[in-house]
Nanobody, 121 residues
């Protein structure tokens, strides 16, 4: 099994910053893409940012220039530095990883439990 554990969420004022971390552990043979998604109540989960093992990043238009995704492959950890936060960034953020657990096994998607980010105006 593979577990993703998020940390770093909380409450911040508009214009402030937070840094989310997500560590993957368990039966990991290799990790491909990692990333962050978010989901507001009653809405579909949406992409925030993803990153390849080589460091190529992809961002949602709404966070470009404000958020930065990075990863430490040796630690199986992905980060999301969130600057210039806005009230509309308030929601639950989910860590994601595409993982293979053994030679010849299939790639599977794994998700963290979610972490709350609240931005006050």
């Amino acid at each position: 099994q593979v577990q993703l554990v998020e940390s770093g969420g909380g409450l911040v004022q508009a214009g402030g910053s937070l840094r989310l971390s997500c560590a993957a552990s368990g039966s990991i043979f290799s990790i491909n893409a990692m990333g962050w998604y978010r989901q507001a109540p009653g809405r579909q989960r949406e992409l925030v940012a993803t990153i390849t093992p080589g460091g190529s990043a992809n961002y949602a238009d709404s966070v470009k220039g404000r958020f930065t995704i990075s990863r430490d492959n040796a630690k199986n950890t992905v980060y999301l530095q969130m600057n210039s936060l806005r009230p509309e960034d308030t929601t639950v953020y989910y860590c994601y990883a595409k993982v293979i657990t053994g030679w010849g096994a299939a790639w599977n998607d794994y998700w963290g439990q979610g972490i709350q980010v609240t931005v006050s105006s």
